[in-house]
């Protein structure tokens, strides 16, 4: 198993550009989540699927979207990428909702210009 | 939402000495308490975790307690090696079954 999977793994962005980050898992998990990690803040929820076609905010939504169309995907759009989005994201997936174990992707770290 | 405080925010010890990082957590609907390790560079992995149902759980040179009353939880980490050197982060779901909050984590270097 891969596991948890995400690219690319380094990204530069000018102000105002879009682009999808990738995640896929392949241990069959129903939840999935994308979060941001910041120097001195810890992993902050951007947003969360439980399953295929089912999505919801976490605590930083805000210039984000995501959508669930397999259980195996989850992709992550900047719509406009802004400064304050420069950090290293990280999609996770577990079994069985947020109160398991969860399973890290290795990271992408975004610069936005 | 669930509030999760953690503390010290950097912890330096000696080889062979304990460490103990301890968090707080507010929305007394917790009932799962992981902690995570992240090495420079590297993804967060889960090193240990406690359920609400008991008090303490060891796992080697790793245990972490667990006190509901007072609503805080904390890491122990005995004969401290340098491999031991990294952030850890702990974490609470508060009543949202999916909704899991970390803490601002622990910078840990041990010294040789």
């Known amino acids: 198993n891969a596991g948890v999977t995400q690219t690319p793994k380094f990204q530069v962005l000018k102000t105002g550009q879009s682009m999808t980050l990738q995640c896929a898992q392949d241990?069959?998990?129903?939840?999935m989540s994308w979060y941001r990690q910041d120097p001195g803040m810890g992993l902050r929820l951007i947003h969360y699927s439980v399953g295929a076609g089912i999505t919801d905010q976490g605590e930083v939504p805000n210039g984000y979207n995501v959508s669930r169309s397999t259980t195996e995907d989850f992709p992550l759009r900047l719509l406009s990428a802004a400064p304050s989005q420069t950090s290293v994201y990280f999609c996770a997936s577990s079994p069985d909702r947020g109160r398991t174990e969860q399973y890290f992707g290795p990271g992408t770290r975004l610069t936005v210009t | 939402g669930e509030n999760v405080e953690q503390h010290p925010s950097t912890l330096s010890v000696q080889e062979g000495d304990s460490a103990v990082i301890k968090c707080t957590y507010s929305d007394s609907a917790s009932n799962y308490f992981p902690w995570y390790k992240q090495e420079l560079g590297k993804r967060p992995q889960l090193i240990i975790d406690?359920?609400?149902?008991?008090g303490e759980k060891k796992d080697q040179r790793i245990a972490v307690t667990l006190n509901k009353t007072a609503k805080h939880f904390s890491l122990h980490i005995t004969e401290t090696q340098p491999e031991d050197s990294a952030v850890y982060f702990c974490?609470?779901?508060?009543?949202?079954?999916?909704?899991?909050?970390f803490g601002k984590g622990t910078l840990l270097t041990v010294n040789p």
């Open positions: 974490a609470a779901p508060g009543g949202s079954n999916y909704k899991l909050t």
């Open positions: 406690i359920r609400s149902n008991v």
């Open positions: 241990m069959n998990h129903e939840y």
